[in-house]
């Protein structure tokens, strides 16, 4: 059964901590993203990676950090830094990060600050 | 700033309507163009894709792509209930990733 995980569902974080949020995926895909979607917005770009240990930061990227160790994962690190940190956080796969190659999401992961 | 532009809505049809979402682009380089559905709490769900200029139809569903006017636009026939949600319009060119907009709520009233 393939497709793409993201654990866990929902996180709490206290101020000063750093979290990471898993992203795994079964599709063979090549390219993995990491997005952030606030209430009544669209989703905005943190991180993206076309292959293993390479990754490029997207439209949002500051005080996020992520690797991309193996092909099937691609983790996000939520850090002290990242001062508004309370979202929606989505991962999606695409075959390649090339036009016509449609990209699927993940579940989600509702990260809350307390 | 490449931008993806959608009305926000609400966008209220009655049941068995025609819906119509529409969604204008900047970038004219764009060659992809991704139709997502989003319910309530949930994550994006791919509905239609669609590539070159004219309508794509996929049951319910049809995509309409005019890149001279940098349109695109979803139309979905008999709108039930269940289509209630919001869809999100995303453009890409090639070797880059998708540029999503803000997302328009559809609301389907039986």
């Known amino acids: 059964d393939g497709g793409i995980t993201q654990s866990p569902k929902y996180l709490f974080r206290k101020e000063g901590q750093n979290v990471t949020l898993s992203c795994e995926q079964n599709l063979n895909h090549d390219a993995m993203y990491w997005y952030r979607q606030d209430p009544g917005q669209g989703l905005r770009l943190i991180y993206y990676s076309q292959i293993v240990n390479d990754f490029q930061k997207g439209d949002i990227a500051e005080g996020y950090s992520v690797s991309r160790e193996k092909k099937e994962s691609f983790p996000l690190t939520v850090t002290s830094a990242q001062k508004n940190p309370t979202a929606f956080y989505l991962c999606?796969?695409?075959?390649?990060?090339?036009?016509?190659?449609?990209?699927?999401f993940g579940p989600g992961t509702r990260l809350t600050v307390l | 700033q490449k931008e993806v532009e959608q009305n926000s809505g609400p966008l209220s049809v009655p049941e068995g309507a025609i819906a119509s979402l529409n969604c204008t682009y900047s970038?004219?380089?764009?060659?992809?163009f991704f139709w997502y559905r989003q319910y309530s709490g949930k994550s994006p769900e791919l509905i239609m894709s669609?590539?070159?200029?004219g309508d794509k139809e996929d049951g319910r569903f049809t995509a309409q792509l005019n890149k001279a006017s940098q349109y695109v636009s979803l139309l979905i026939r008999d709108s039930q209930p269940s289509d209630s949600a919001t869809y999100l319009c995303a453009v890409s060119r090639a070797g880059t990733a998708l540029i999503f907009g803000k997302g328009t709520t559809l609301s389907v009233s039986s």
């Open positions: 999606a796969s695409s075959i390649v990060i090339l036009a016509n190659h449609e990209q699927f």
């Open positions: 669609i590539y070159s200029n």
């Open positions: 970038d004219r380089g764009s060659q992809s």
